[in-house]
Nanobody
Framework: QVQLVESGGGLVQPGGSLRLSCAAS????????MAWYRQAPGKQRELVAT???????NYADSVKGRFTISRDNAKNTVYLQINTLRPEDTADYYC???????????????WGQGTQVTVSS
């Protein structure tokens, strides 16, 4: 089992910045990648950014150049730095851990509870 706890959301004016954090605990050795997703009101959840255990990153086109995903392995924490926020970035942001049981090969996704980001003047 993996537990994820997000923090860092809030109300921000357009053009502002936020840093979201996701602390992982439990069977963290089974995690091979972590990601941030977001879900805006009335929309489907979408992938924002991913980072692998070796630091490889990938971003949705809509956030490239403004969002940066990073990790601190010593703290078992993944971050999402969000710059130049736009009203359309308003959403609940969810941390995701992708794990694989090394014995069975079974993969599983774990989710945090979400943190709300609201961009408004």
């Amino acid at each position: 089992q993996v537990q994820l706890v997000e923090s860092g959301g809030g109300l921000v004016q357009p053009g502002g910045s936020l840093r979201l954090s996701c602390a992982a605990s439990g069977s963290i050795d089974s995690i091979y990648a972590m990601a941030w997703y977001r879900q805006a009101p009335g929309k489907q959840r979408e992938l924002v950014a991913t980072i692998t255990t070796v630091g490889g990153t990938n971003y949705a086109d809509s956030v490239k150049g403004r969002f940066t995903i990073s990790r601190d392995n010593a703290k078992n924490t993944v971050y999402l730095q969000i710059n130049t926020l736009r009203p359309e970035d308003t959403a609940d942001y969810y941390c995701n851990a992708k794990s694989m049981n090394l014995r069975s090969g079974v993969r599983r996704d774990y989710w945090g509870q979400g943190t709300q980001v609201t961009v408004s003047s």
